[in-house]
């Protein structure tokens, strides 16, 4: 099982970046996937998430309204439109195949549950200020 993302850099504040995640290895098209982000020193956090169908997305409130989710299964591939970056989106970005996606109002935090735990190295953002 592999999940690569890919496509982070170095933007300034109010800028877009999209971000890819590339996977191999499972039945791609039964799987929620995820997308995580991590700050060195601090812990995961889940920002975004899309079911296998793509009829459910999640959004964390702290990337809600700023960042879209999506995918296709036909290319093994999810995407993470990130727009109106903060420098406190700073961080290493991760894409997971997950057990599921919270519902569309979850108030909780968006935690990994997911069979593979396979997160590969991460596409790191930078987003100055």
């Known amino acids: 099982v592999q999940l690569q993302a890919s496509g982070g850099g170095l933007v300034q504040a109010g800028g877009s970046l999209r971000l890819s995640c590339v996977a191999s290895?499972?039945?791609?098209?039964?799987?929620?996937i995820g997308w995580f982000r991590q700050v060195p020193g601090k812990g995961r956090e889940g920002i975004s998430c899309i079911s296998a169908s793509s009829e459910t997305k999640y959004y964390a409130d702290s990337v809600k309204g700023r960042f879209i989710i999506s995918r296709d299964n036909n290319k093994n591939t999810v995407w993470l439109q990130m727009n109106s970056l903060k420098p406190n989106d700073t961080a290493v970005y991760y894409c997971?195949?997950?057990?599921?996606?919270?519902?569309?109002?979850?108030?909780?935090?968006?935690?990994?549950?997911?069979?593979?735990?396979?997160w590969g190295l991460g596409t790191l953002v930078t987003v100055s200020s």
């Open positions: 290895g499972f039945a791609f098209k039964y799987y929620p």
């Open positions: 997971a195949a997950d057990s599921g996606c919270p519902v569309p109002g979850f108030g909780g935090t968006f935690d990994y549950t997911g069979p593979f735990d396979a």
